[in-house]
């Protein structure tokens, strides 16, 4: 397939945008792009996509959202989000719960959203794991998974204090979140270890017992060897410096989910190196822990050099108008390039997926959202989407 004649937005370090450009795919995955001026192929086949007046971008990418495991038009029969039982359940994983033939995801690609970071809730302190995968292509998630886990997922504040509270069991207070998260950790730190020993003296005089069998110690040691990162539920700035100080603690990679009060405390996240998926900005301040809520959250964070990606939520925001948010953050103060960004090459390189998705560069998947107007006009619609090579319908 090759789409000439066509504005592209890269969203690549090399060139962010060729104002008239080709892409060249093979087999689903992207083969060459550069200008129509270093075209040196044939367009007489009948695989050619004439885009003149059109802007291709990367299909956009989700970088936190609970699609398929929040299900569409269902009730408790269709919400497999929370397994809100035990506060400490890292073994869950949320391939296990994602119905992939949910209509949202349809919209989602139809939309131009190709790529999603989607997985537990919030009620527990340990939820469970998330992964990413494509909007399209087959009713199978086996089939549609790019990464799995990409995290585990973690919350902090209300949320699993709200949960348990109205059984009256641990955790009702941030302390004991906190304290969960890390009795969790230390444990699979020492199982690890354990393990790490059994492995090291079998079949000599001195062999150690293998550890038994624990997997939520299993799921752990993924993220305690750095392989995956820690995705913290966090909105008020206390609850944040929670999650820093936890991370730092088990010196464990980390993202923060929402950061809602990070324009607050800007410069500390900055200097901590932070990375934040900003979001759902399209909602209203449901709850106290949103009280400093901000359309210029965004736009704040990225001036102080903080690494950001704005996500929907779905569904607190339906996803397909993750476009949509992004343009709330202009309105905010953003840059609109940086916006695009936000929604393609810096979640994938959040999620750690950006070796597949995310720009538009030789070796990545081939998946495109073509628009005449502007992306973010909640009007507009794409002109085609395209992944994995094959046109969305």
Same mark, same amino acid.
């Not at 939820?127 to 009713?139: E, N, P, R, V």
């Not at 607050?264 to 934040?276: G, H, T, Y």
């Given at each position: 397939m090759i789409i000439c004649n066509a504005r592209i937005f890269t969203a690549s370090d090399e060139n962010d945008v060729i104002d008239c450009g080709y892409i060249e795919t093979n087999g689903g995955v992207i083969t060459a792009v550069g200008t129509m001026d270093e075209f040196g192929g044939s367009l007489?086949?009948?695989?050619?996509?004439?885009? $003149? @007046?059109?802007?291709?971008?990367?299909?956009? #990418?989700?970088?936190?959202?609970? *699609? =398929?495991?929040?299900?569409? %038009?269902?009730?408790?029969?269709?919400?497999?989000?929370?397994?809100?039982?035990?506060?400490?359940?890292?073994?869950?994983?949320?391939?296990?719960?994602?119905?992939?033939?949910?209509?949202?995801?349809?919209?989602?690609?139809? $939309? @131009?959203?190709?790529?999603?970071?989607?997985? #537990?809730?919030?009620?527990?302190? *340990? =939820?469970?794991?998330?992964? %990413?995968?494509?909007?399209?292509?087959?009713?199978r998630v086996d089939k549609l998974v790019i990464k799995d886990p990409v995290s585990i997922k973690f919350a902090l504040g209300e949320n699993p204090k709200r949960t348990y509270n109205d059984r009256d069991e641990t955790p009702v207070t941030r302390m004991a979140t906190a304290a969960i998260i890390r009795e969790q950790l230390a444990k699979a730190r020492r199982y690890m270890d354990d393990m790490a020993e059994y492995e090291r003296t079998k079949g000599t005089d001195d062999e150690t017992s293998r550890p038994d069998l624990d997997m939520k110690c299993e799921a752990l040691i993924p993220l305690l060897k750095r392989e995956i990162k820690a995705h913290f539920h966090c909105h008020r700035q206390d609850d944040i410096f929670t999650a820093i100080r936890i991370a730092k603690e088990f010196s464990i990679d980390y993202v923060l989910i929402h950061a809602?009060?990070?324009?607050?405390?800007?410069?500390?996240?900055?200097?901590?190196?932070?990375?934040?998926?900003?979001?759902?900005?399209f909602a209203d301040r449901c709850k106290p822990e949103l009280a400093d809520q901000s359309i210029e959250n965004a736009y704040k964070l990225h001036k102080h050099g903080v690494d950001i990606a704005i996500c929907t939520d779905h569904p607190e925001t339906p996803i397909q108008y993750l476009p949509v948010t992004a343009g709330i953050a202009i309105r905010g103060g953003l840059s609109r390039d940086e916006a695009i960004r936000a929604i393609t090459i810096s979640p994938a390189r959040i999620c750690g997926i950006d070796d597949r998705v995310g720009s538009i560069e030789p070796g990545k998947d081939a998946d495109f959202a073509a628009f005449r107007g502007e992306v973010f006009d909640i009007t507009e619609k794409p002109e085609f989407v395209i992944i994995g090579g094959k046109f969305v319908d």
């Open positions: 007489d086949s009948g695989d050619v996509i004439d885009a $003149a @007046g059109l802007t291709v971008y990367p299909a956009f #990418v989700d970088a936190h959202c609970h *699609i =398929g495991i929040c299900e569409n %038009a269902l009730g408790f029969e269709g919400d497999d989000v929370n397994e809100a039982t035990d506060p400490s359940t890292p073994q869950m994983r949320a391939i296990d719960a994602i119905n992939a033939a949910d209509l949202c995801f349809s919209e989602a690609a139809r $939309a @131009g959203i190709g790529t999603v970071v989607t997985g #537990v809730g919030s009620a527990n302190p *340990i =939820g469970g794991s998330f992964l %990413a995968m494509k909007t399209y292509g087959s009713t809602t009060d990070g324009h607050l405390i800007a410069d500390e996240l900055r200097e901590e190196r932070a990375s934040c998926v900003i979001g759902p900005l």
